[in-house]
């Protein structure tokens, strides 16, 4: 499926759980062995909630990536990025950088300030994406029992 980067990339916020995010987060579960993993349910409170998000990312109008931003109720003005994934095929399009780009802009657009996320440290690419976005390292934000890694981004707004 690679092809040159200048394909047609499309990303779409859902208004409702399909079978194609339900497939890319089990993907993305069994790709990183995520042990606490969201029900459809779950996901579906997450795309209700006017704070949060879940968009998928489309290439050649096959969905190949996705990624979710929840609303952080621990912290004031903040979002976290959870279940970036695009599948290996698919890889090297700028699909996960379309995909964070399209998550901060909503999360401009809803007042927050900052993304937090976590992860650990064998996804080295991803945690290098992270960073040349402008992840710094903070400290410890949740209980996740998997996570060694912890980034924030200063969003603020776009005026």
Known sequence: MRKPKGNSVRIVR??????????????????????????????????DDPFS???????????????????LASIPFAGECKRLYVQPAARGNGIANNLLEVQEDFARTKGLRWIYLDSYDDLKAAIALYLQRGYVSCARYNDNPQATVFLRKYIGSRS
Do not use: H
């Not at 409702?16 to 062995?33: F, G, K």
């Not at 998000?53 to 609303?71: D, H, I, M, N, S």
């Open 14 to 47: 859902l208004s409702t759980s399909n079978d194609e995010a339900i497939r890319l987060l089990q993907e993305y579960y069994e790709a990183v062995c995520v042990v606490q993993r969201d029900t459809p349910e779950a996901i579906q409170g997450i795309i």
């Open 53 to 71: 998000a879940v968009w998928l990312a489309y290439l050649e109008e096959k969905a190949v990536g996705c990624v979710v931003l929840r609303k």
